[in-house]
């Protein structure tokens, strides 16, 4: 007779499949399963969730999917993460050092930047999420008003790259240049962009983000 529970590879497509079919309720209760067969949150989120939003997005990239279908995908991958959230350890203990997140003005894509955010809390850093198409002027703002710390800035379009060159070269001028770490991350760009802008890393992913920011610690006490 075939065992009844799910082995982990069933439901981590499990998660996967409900986020492609736009499939809440699913989604929700993989998660669940996920949890009692006791597998790592983090785990489920980038081998699961992440992997059914990278297939919506050939989907979408493909013509299969348009914008209705990708936000309804969206809200399934965050119901699961409503569920797992509460459930993800600290990996490393972030000691609260801030962090400013946001997507870069002009640009309104803001799945993966939720993502890099959700993983930054879990690490244990405090997280000030300033949400999508924001100003310079309101990353500046903040800055200031923190005194010191990691920025985060994500762009998916081409078009809105240079916002984030803009955003360190007014760091400089502002002074605040010295007090600040920062990374960038989406679709576009890349290691090599963010060498030449002078920003400090590249993050491919967001447990990448989380990696670069547990290092910098350090340097910012
Ligand atoms: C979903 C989506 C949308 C949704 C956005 C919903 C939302 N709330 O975010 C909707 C349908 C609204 C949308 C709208 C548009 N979109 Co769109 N969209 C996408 C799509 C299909 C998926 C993006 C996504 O969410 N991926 C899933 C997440 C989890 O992945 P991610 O964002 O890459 O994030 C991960 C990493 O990149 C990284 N990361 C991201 N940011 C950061 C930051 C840091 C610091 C770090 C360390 C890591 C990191 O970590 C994340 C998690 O691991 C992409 C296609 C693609 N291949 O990317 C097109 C895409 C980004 N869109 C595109 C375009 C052109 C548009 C529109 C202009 C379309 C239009 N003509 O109206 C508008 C944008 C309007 C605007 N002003 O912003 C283009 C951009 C082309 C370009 N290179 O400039 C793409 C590439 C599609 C294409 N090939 O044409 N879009």
Redesign the pocket.
């Known amino acids: 007779m075939k065992d009844a529970r799910q082995t982990e590879a069933e439901i981590l497509a499990a998660l996967e499949k409900a986020v492609d079919q736009m499939d809440e309720e699913g989604a929700v209760k993989s998660a669940q399963d996920a949890l009692l067969a006791g597998i790592d949150p983090y785990f489920a989120i980038t081998n699961g969730l ?1 992997k059914g ?2 297939l ?3 989907k ?2 493909s013509g299969v999917y348009f ?1 209705p279908e ?2 309804l995908c ?1 809200d399934a991958m965050y119901a699961a993460i409503e569920v797992l959230k509460p459930h993800l350890k600290p990996q490393q203990s972030g000691d609260n050092t801030p962090v400013i ?1 946001g997507v870069i003005e ?8 939720s ?2 955010r959700l993983m930054l809390e879990a690490g244990g850093f405090t997280v000030y999420d300033l949400g ?2 924001v100003p310079v002027s309101a990353f500046i703002e903040k800055a200031r008003e923190i005194g010191r710390g990691i920025i ?3 762009t ?4 809105t790259m240079p916002g984030m060159a803009r955003l360190i070269e007014t760091l400089k001028s502002e002074g605040l240049r010295d007090s600040f770490k920062v ?6 760009v890349s290691q090599s962009f963010a060498a030449k802008i002078g920003a400090d890393a590249y ?4 447990m ?2 989380v990696r ?1 920011a547990a290092r910098w610690q350090e340097v910012l006490r």
């Open positions: 992440s939003m990278a919506v997005s050939d979408y990239e914008v990708i936000l969206a997140i002009g640009d309104i894509h803001d799945i993966g930047k993502i890099v999508n198409d985060a800035v994500s998916l379009m081409s078009t990374m960038i991350g989406g679709g576009p993050g491919a992913n967001a990448e983000g670069i």
